[in-house]
């Protein structure tokens, strides 16, 4: 049987196939939520409480049929494992170099594998923080999320009592017994060696007949008190006196205590009555302080 082709003319070009394929009812579900919902659904087992992204119709541990179990879990999460792709192949979705990665979603047990974006390449690791970026156009597919990038988390702070929130008569206090590290560790902070606070056999020579605490230290415990109770976070003291009354020894629990007794209205600032007590009730020192309250953001 002959094989020559001398008489073929041939045509070079490609042969497309189109065609379809049903990802099934859980898969239709969760690719239609991501679509349409801007949402990441997983599916939890009530048996044994896992819950799995992608979202599966069985159970893989306890092989419960979990079918209609759906669960928001959420589009941030953390990277418990990564591979950086450096080579180019025509099938993936952008150009290398790129990070790909296992993102496990705050509200889910196991992860999803997608692209990192928003990232150097040297930084990558495990734990990172990441949160999903939906696509403006959507696929119909996993690439309705774009990709992940690094959250812009930051600390969620409550600030403290505004201007308009605080009252004459609202008060707030801070508690610490006075240990013998404390008085050395101020020491070291101040640069406060006065052998009165540090040396027993010079301070017995002296009017208290032992050593006592910087009388700083025991002042500084208002810091507290002004910084982060009332007015709290956000707060700049401008102005603060204090009268000692009384040493603090080493042992002592000094209560420090700030009250609100004036707001001046012009300047949205407000005065305080600081009083610092021992164990025993004593005065250990009083004052002063102008305090400027946090502004209410936006």
């Given at each position: 049987m002959s094989k020559t082709t001398d008489d073929c003319h041939v045509v070079e070009g490609k042969l497309a196939l189109p065609y379809q394929y049903f990802a099934g009812r859980t898969g239709s579900r969760f690719l239609i939520s991501l679509r349409d919902e801007k949402k990441i659904m997983g599916i939890r087992c009530n048996q044994c409480d896992t819950v799995f992204v992608p979202p599966r119709q069985t159970c893989e541990r306890c092989f419960a049929?979990?079918?209609?179990?759906?669960?928001?879990?959420?589009?941030?999460?953390?990277?418990?494992?990564?591979?950086?792709?450096?080579?180019?192949?025509?099938?993936?979705?952008?150009?290398?170099?790129?990070?790909?990665?296992?993102?496990?979603?705050?509200?889910?047990?196991?992860?999803?594998?997608?692209?990192?974006?928003?990232?150097?390449?040297?930084k990558i690791k495990t734990g990172a923080r990441v949160k999903a970026i939906f696509a403006k156009k959507t696929t119909s597919s996993i690439r309705d999320i774009e990709f992940f990038r690094p959250t812009d988390d930051k600390p969620a702070?409550?600030?403290?009592?505004?201007?308009?929130?605080?009252?004459?008569?609202?008060?707030?206090?801070?508690?610490?017994?006075?240990?013998?590290?404390?008085v050395y560790l101020f020491a070291g902070i101040s640069g406060d060696f006065n052998p009165m606070h540090l040396n027993e056999e010079f301070a017995k020579l002296t009017p208290f007949g032992t050593r006592i605490a910087h009388g700083a230290l025991p002042q500084s415990l208002i810091a507290p008190v002004l910084g982060?109770?009332?007015?709290?976070?956000?707060?700049?003291?401008?102005?603060?006196?204090?009268?000692?009354?009384?040493?603090?020894?080493?042992?002592?629990?000094?209560?420090?205590?700030?009250?609100?007794?004036?707001k001046i209205e012009k300047r949205k600032?407000?005065?305080?009555?600081?009083?610092?007590t021992n164990q025993k009730e004593e005065l250990v020192a009083e004052g002063e302080c102008l305090a400027i309250p946090p502004v209410p953001l936006g």
């Open positions: 049929d979990i079918t209609d179990n759906w669960v928001d879990v959420g589009t941030k999460g953390t990277v418990t494992g990564y591979t950086i792709i450096r080579y180019e192949e025509p099938y993936q979705p952008i150009k290398p170099p790129y990070i790909l990665a296992q993102i496990k979603l705050d509200g889910a047990d196991t992860p999803i594998t997608h692209i990192i974006k928003g990232m150097p390449l040297s702070f409550e600030l403290g009592y505004t201007y308009e929130e605080l009252e004459v008569g609202m008060s707030a206090s801070f508690t610490k017994t006075i240990s013998e590290s404390d982060m109770k009332l007015p709290g976070l956000g707060t700049v003291i401008p102005e603060l006196t204090v009268r000692f009354r009384k040493p603090t020894y080493f042992g002592d629990t000094i209560t420090a205590t700030g009250e609100v007794i004036e600032w407000v005065r305080m009555e600081l009083r610092w």
